[in-house]
């Protein structure tokens, strides 16, 4: 099955960077998103908001990024054990 996201936003917030108890490096975003999409052939504005997480290497490199700062963000769902949202699992991002 398939479980691929590419996404334009902007990072709203950003949690300071920690770490996991084996050592690994996180770090915890909200990410936004706007834009004009078309529907049922018709012009639609879209906002979206969206929790995202990274680890390793990335969490690094997101850490190291401006709140504002617009990016393609690219990676996949998944819902925390004791969550009921998806969050989007940050592995790769593209300058806007």
């Known amino acids: 099955m398939e479980n691929r996201v590419a996404l334009t936003a902007c990072i709203a917030e950003a949690q300071a ?3 996991t108890p084996a050592g690994l490096p996180a770090i915890e975003l909200r990410l936004e998103h706007h834009s004009q999409q078309e529907e049922a052939g018709q012009p639609r504005e879209v906002k979206a908001a969206i929790k995202a997480v990274a680890f390793g290497a990335m969490a690094e490199r997101l850490a190291q990024q401006p709140i504002g700062s617009a990016w393609c963000f690219t990676g996949f769902l998944a819902t ?7 969050v989007l699992h940050v592995q790769d991002i593209q300058t806007n």
Not at 80 to 86: S, W
């Open 17 to 19: 960077l920690r770490f």
């Open 80 to 86: 925390p054990r004791n969550g009921k949202h998806a």
